[in-house]
């Protein structure tokens, strides 16, 4: 059985070389489908290389179809018998779908999606083989086949699947038509030459009961049961997408889903899929809108009129180490990621020696345990491969949304046998050339075999469909166009329009849609403010820039700021005159502008509902005294508080927050923490680590000719260089001063040398020389061990979290899994009440029809909107989906959405909020707190893991789960993901509740990790003391912000009656300095953990939610 197979590590014995050259496809156990040549591993007569970016340029280019005519000979085509529903695995079979090309009869159309992809799997209708010649070459075909090669004509026939000609399908509602074909073609292995064909596809009309929808799709299985992976992936991809409830509005979340769930089916099948899986590229053709969801390394892509040219445009992209963003991920799961010859210590496994994919030399990158010689997976996302799981290969779709304009030719869907040697480009030249799908079917695959045995000694198996587009140029017959977007993971909350004639659809849904995904409401959310341009200004007199310093030099904002800063803000402020009754901000309207008054009077007025407005205060510029407002607008664009308008003439000095912000973000080494991020021995370092090492470099300077290492020497420090450049020499004896020294490398900007000083104390392995001045920023191993400890040790504690936090999200997948097994909607919903509000959120516990009590997640549609968070919404969704689950952080088994809400079911039975438990004054019992505060640091943990700073963490928004079946009390839960977000470095926006920002983060310095660090002292010093320690009763965001801001930790007033650890940890976590702060010096989040406040606590039993909490906290929780 797929889900009780174990893999005993101990005794996994790897292939060899030559049998890993052996495998089919993308075979686990090293071969992804261009196996590494191996003695006699190119074909006869040929000593070349994969095609290199040039060659396939030229390729491309060079290209002109050779019309190959093969007569006289029996052609052993295998015509696939199904007409508009086709599923096929290069082996006839029984029809897997019905309906006429035309799409299906009026019945199908009243039956729901579900109901209608069941009737086309037990309804199917076969169409007897015809329109062929005597030798079964398809009527009017002229076919291609290779004239060399090891196989006969027959042979290579015989192998083939073909669509038994074009196909026609005609849209009525989007006027168009389409000619589609397939062909699949068994892979050609010398040592096993009856080897199944691994590759599944299927071509569906009429899907789920709708004339203007077709899907397609081609899965390409891999490992001893590849064949059964692929064709089990192709009934259950299309089978859930259709009956999933987003599959009508939303169908990039649908397809998300879809994949998901095949996955987990598929471990709970009868198929052993513990070393075998299958890639999948599918696409659904909704009217003139395409959704493409991909795992894996095949490919889609349509052909696009640009100009004269006919230029391809990818719909997906190949999941594979060589893209760094999924080479990163992996490593994040605990994966090496490894070539063959690292693997053997032929070469350096601590460099990345591999390139690009153009750049192969048949010897990928592959995933390998960190204990053990498997997987050997070449790419980082499938169906299947439970084992491959724990570290990162997951079964999450990219998804990809393009819509049809009139200048879409045709739409190719391939494995990767078309693509191992052919690019998009020359794939959509070659198809091009032919007006008939099927005979450019014919020819693509023909190449790709030509090409296979090229340069290698057998190939791929080849599947490739082609739907052809024509009556595109006359645009459908009504509604929408909609914009290209690519999702990784299930796409976001707002969805393309799709024609208003293919679907019924209510104004509420077209509502929602366009509300949440109009660009100029989108460009209004305070993640991004637009391109800065400064303004051309005069230079600023003495006396100007005098009145503005006078002005600003005991504002909070500025007063860390240096001259040369001050300077540059003085400079872009613009002077704006007014005259009386002129209204400088309004109430409610989204603040950008600092203002500096240096004459005139202005009034402050609010207004609450109908009443007159209040006067509550004056600004006067007086001699010597010109006060400012605003202040708040250079943090963040929050509404304004209050409207002001000028009593009188006068004149202001404005500042823009965007010119404020690039001030700021110039001081922020954004291209060096690109630098270390792509340096192999810093891969175990987080973010927020990375981010702290960056901060910590200092700078050096050489002069032309200076020796900055020498070889053979012992080293300690890390150079990266800011500018000029450098001449790496190598000698072979290195100590012979009189041998000449021969140059080997020259590094220039932004590249690096002696990492591998960080690690250890080994000799140079060159001498590394100024080529005229250079700039290099430079830290010592023992600087580094100082920050955050040893890098071996930083390895070794990731790893081991990695590997319980597999654990962990297996299990929650599996309860996730359960919880779906009963269908419902949103009118299945009933609220038992709400925990709490927050701006556009509100989570209420409430009863499933089906399932029991769940907390859902609500967000105000029309809320939203208004407020301008449609990008916050957007990004916690796709956190949300793209997260690996946590017992502390719970994941959406299902989202539901109607014109005014939208809404996440959560993985949590019962919880009260926290702030339920201190009311009153009565405060927590430390014993409480501290098991609370111990799940909100695993919380934490978890997403600084992955890339997340939270900025959110606050008493407002945390759950404590109640006893329930599934869950013990006391467990913190982060259900609140709109202030999360996915980091490189720092992120300057000021987000979330004023009382719990860090003094770095008002001061305009960025967040990182130790933000979050900072935020957990304050919900500690909450829980003891029923207040947060720098908000007083009446306080307005600005009393509040100056007050942190302006905050030393000997000020720090402690709660009364607590121990002396709990005092000491709040001392060290509210910490003004962030490099001094608990959580963020040496050890990391395991300096928390070791601290003796959280001593007795037992993590690994909290981590796995098995931990009991104490006495006092389960009291409060019953009382609630």
């Not at 019945?107 to 076969?126: D, I, L, R, V």
């Not at 032919?434 to 023909?446: R, T």
């Not at 100029?520 to 403010?529: A, I």
């Not at 008054?597 to 006067?620: I, K, M, R, S």
Request: net charge negative; hydrophobic share 40%.
């Amino acid at each position: 059985m797929g889900c009780a197979t174990s893999l005993p590590e101990d005794e996994f014995v790897p292939p060899s070389r030559q049998q890993a050259a052996n495998k089919s496809g993308k075979n686990n156990n090293y071969d992804n489908g261009k196996s590494k040549p191996t003695a006699g591993g190119t074909a006869p007569g040929s000593a070349k290389s994969p095609p290199s970016a040039t060659q396939q340029q030229q390729q491309q280019q060079q290209y002109q179809p050779s019309q190959q005519v093969h007569s006289g000979s029996q052609m052993g085509f295998q015509s696939n018998p199904l007409m508009s529903s086709s599923l096929g695995n290069g082996i006839p079979m029984a029809p897997g779908g019905g309906g006429t090309a035309g799409g299906g009869s009026s019945a199908a159309q009243q039956q729901t999606p579900a109901q209608a992809f069941a009737a086309q799997q037990s309804q199917a209708q076969s169409r007897p083989a015809q329109g062929l010649d005597a030798d079964g070459t398809p009527l009017g075909l002229t076919a291609h086949f290779p004239k060399t090669g090891p196989l006969k004509l027959a042979e290579y026939k015989e192998r083939l699947v073909t669509s038994n000609g074009t196909q026609s399908v005609y849209l009525a509602g989007s006027g168009c038509t389409l000619r589609y074909a397939y062909v699949t073609q068994r892979g050609y292995y010398p040592e096993a030459p009856d080897k199944t064909n691994q590759d599944s596809f299927c071509v569906m009309t009429n899907f789920g009961g709708d004339l203007e929808q077709m899907f397609f799709g081609v899965f390409d299985g891999h490992g001893e049961f590849g064949t059964q992976c692929s064709q089990f992936a192709r009934r259950k991809v299309p089978e859930n997408f259709v009956r999933d409830s987003n599959f009508e509005t939303y169908p990039e979340v649908a397809y998300h889903n879809a994949f998901v769930i095949t996955n987990q089916q598929l471990h709970a099948a009868d198929t052993d899929d513990t070393m075998s899986g299958t890639t999948g590229i599918t696409t659904l053709l909704r009217g003139r809108t395409l959704y493409t969801a991909n795992v894996g390394d095949s490919r889609a892509l349509v052909a696009e009129r640009q100009g004269g040219e006919l230029v391809a445009i990818d719909l997906s992209s190949d999941q594979t180490p060589f893209r760094r963003d999924e080479c990163a991920r992996v490593k994040k799961y605990g994966a090496r990621v490894l070539t063959l010859d690292q693997l053997e210590g032929l070469k350096d496994p601590n460099t990345e020696c591999w390139g690009t994919e153009e750049e192969d030399d048949g010897d990928p990158p592959r995933l390998w345990a960190h204990n053990g010689m498997y997987p050997g997976t070449a790419f980082t996302r499938s169906i299947g491969d439970m084992a491959a799981e724990r570290i990162g290969v997951v079964a999450d779709p990219e998804v990809s949304i393009k819509n049809l304009e009139h200048n879409v030719e045709f739409l190719v869907l391939a494995s990767d046998g078309v693509f191992e040697f052919m690019s998009s480009q020359t794939v959509v030249n070659m198809v091009a050339s032919y007006d008939d799908p099927q005979e450019a079917a014919l020819a693509v695959c023909a190449e790709a075999y030509n090409l296979w045995l090229q340069y290698e000694t057998r190939t791929d198996d080849i599947t490739i469909i082609i739907i052809k587009f024509t009556g595109m140029e006359d645009g459908p017959s009504a509604g929408t166009a909609t914009a290209d977007r690519n999702e990784s993971g299930a796409g976001d909350v707002g969805t393309p329009e799709r024609n208003s004639l293919t679907r019924r659809q209510t104004w509420g849904e077209k509502d929602l849609k366009q509300s949440l995904t109009s660009p100029t409401l989108q460009g209004s959310d305070d993640e991004d403010d637009g391109e800065y341009v400064p303004p051309k200004l005069p230079a600023k007199t003495q006396a100007e820039i005098k009145l503005l310093e006078d002005a600003v030099k005991s504002n909070f904002l500025f007063s860390h700021l240096n001259m040369m800063q001050r300077l540059l803000l003085f400079n872009v402020m613009v002077k704006r005159h007014v005259i009386p009754g002129e209204v400088v901000i309004r109430q409610g309207e989204r603040g950008d502008h600092f203002y500096v008054v240096e004459e005139g009077q202005f009034d402050v007025l609010v207004f609450q509902g109908d009443a007159p407005a209040e006067l509550v205060h004056t600004y006067h510029a007086a001699a010597g005294q010109h006060p400012s407002f605003g202040e708040l607008a250079l943090m963040y664009g929050k509404p304004r508080a209050a409207t002001v308008v000028a009593r009188t003439q006068g004149s202001l000095w404005e500042l823009d927050r965007r010119a404020f912000r690039t001030v700021m973000h110039k001081r922020d080494p954004k291209v060096i923490m690109k630098l270390l991020q792509n340096v192999e021995v810093l891969e175990p370092l987080s973010i927020g680590q990375l981010q702290r090492m960056a901060d910590a470099m200092h700078q050096v300077s050489f002069h032309d000719g200076d020796v900055i290492v020498r070889q053979g020497e012992l080293g300690s420090e890390f150079y990266a260089i800011v500018s000029g450049e450098v001449v790496c020499t190598v000698r072979k004896n290195p100590d012979n001063e009189a041998e000449d020294a021969r140059e080997v490398l020259r590094l220039g900007q932004f590249q690096y040398f002696g990492e591998r000083a960080l690690v250890s104390s080994e000799g140079r392995g060159a001498n590394v020389i100024a080529k005229g001045r250079v700039e290099l920023l430079t830290l010592s191993r023992f600087e580094l061990e100082g920050l955050m400890g040893t890098l071996a040790a930083i390895k070794a504690y990731r790893d081991s979290w990695m590997e319980r936090a597999q654990v962990a999200h297996e299990v929650m997948l599996q309860r996730a899994a359960a919880s779906l097994r009963s269908p419902f909607n949103l009118s299945d919903l009933a609220c038992d009440g709400v925990l709490y509000t927050e701006e556009v959120l509100a989570v209420a516990l409430m009863a499933v029809e089906g399932i029991g009590q769940h907390i859902v997640r609500l967000v105000s549609v029309s809320d939203t909107v208004a407020l301008g968070h449609q990008s916050q919404i957007v990004r916690a969704g796709t956190i949300a989906r793209t997260l690996p689950t946590s017992l502390f952080v719970p994941p959406v088994i299902k989202t539901l959405r109607n014109q005014a809400v939208m809404a996440d079911v959560l993985l949590l039975e019962s919880a009260c909020p926290l702030s339920g438990l201190v009311r009153d004054g009565a405060v927590l019992p430390e014993d409480a707190a501290k098991f609370i505060l111990a799940g909100a640091v695993i919380a934490l943990e978890h997403m600084h893991m992955f890339s997340l700073v939270y900025r959110g963490l606050s008493h407002a928004t945390l759950l404590v789960t109640k006893q329930s079946e599934h869950s013990l009390p006391g467990y913190v839960q982060v259900v609140d993901l709109r202030y999360a977000k996915a980091v490189e470095g720092r992120t300057f926006t000021v987000v979330g509740p004023s009382e719990y920002l860090a003094p770095e983060v008002i001061a305009g310095h960025g967040a990182t990790e130790a933000c979050d660090w900072w935020a957990l002292g304050v919900l500690a010093y909450w829980m003891m003391h029923g207040a947060t320690p720098f908000a007083r009763p009446g306080d307005d965001d600005l009393r509040i912000c100056k007050r942190v801001a302006e905050y030393s930790a000997e000020e720090l007033a402690m709660p009364s009656a607590i121990s002396a650890p709990m005092e000491l940890l709040l001392a060290q976590l509210l910490q003004p300095d962030p490099l001094m702060r608990l959580g963020n010096t040496a050890g990391g989040v395991r300096s928390i953990k070791e601290h003796p406040f959280f001593e007795g606590v037992e993590w690994e039993a909290l981590m796995d939610g098995v931990a009991q909490p104490p006495e006092g906290l389960v009291d409060r929780l019953a009382a609630w």
